[in-house]
């Protein structure tokens, strides 16, 4: 069984800002950070930063977007980055985990949690609420801490939640589902 990390993302009301809490062990640790990429240009460029193709150069955007990128650091003279993936998720990490104290148990937690001589890779659950349909926006996939990828096996694990305001109804079947 796998070390369960608890962060919980909540957008604060009214506001561009969010609130990041982490559990493990007993411990936690909590901070606010500022939501990037709010105006819709800027999502639109970190969509195409995820979705194109570096060899095919039919699917990069036209040049308006092109330079919204290269100030997000996403492409280069027009062409997408090599390390546009990291450069999203060092700024995803900088943010959420922006306070030494977030990084500390964060770094607790990834590597100090031997079971029976055996490093059983933790698996850090990201939830948040259906209010915060905002967070779920965000590629949390793709966390960096400016060394390599959270979620890069055998490292961590993730588990996206989203907490629903009603419980999801119970389905009756009048037969046996068959599944192939």
């Known amino acids: 069984m796998s070390t369960i990390i608890e962060l919980q993302l909540k957008q604060i009301e009214h506001s561009q800002r969010g609130l990041a809490l982490l559990t493990w062990g007993g411990k936690q640790a909590s901070h606010e950070f500022d939501l990037p990429w ?30 919204i990128g290269e100030s997000l650091g996403l492409f280069i003279a027009g062409r997408p980055a090599n ?3 990291q450069t999203i998720g060092q700024h995803l990490y900088q943010r959420v985990f922006g306070t030494e104290a977030m990084r500390a148990l964060l770094d607790e937690s990834l ?11 933790p698996a850090i659950h990201i939830r948040s609420s259906a209010e915060d349909s905002q967070l779920q926006m965000y590629p949390w996939e793709l ?3 400016s060394k390599e990828f959270l979620f890069n096996p055998p490292r961590a694990s993730l588990v996206r939640t989203l907490a629903l305001r009603d419980p999801l109804p119970i389905i009756e ?8």
């Not at 709010?38 to 969509?47: C, K, M, S």
């Not at 590597?111 to 890779?121: K, L, R, S």
Request: charged share 20%.
């Open 38 to 67: 709010l105006l819709p240009e800027e999502r639109e460029i970190l969509y195409w930063a995820l979705e194109l193709y570096r060899q095919d150069q039919r699917t990069w955007p036209g040049s308006e977007i092109t330079s």
């Open 83 to 85: 390390n546009r993936l």
């Open 111 to 121: 590597y100090g949690h031997p079971i029976a001589n055996v490093t059983i890779p």
């Open 143 to 145: 966390l960096h801490d």
């Open 173 to 180: 079947l009048s037969s046996a589902l068959r599944v192939l």
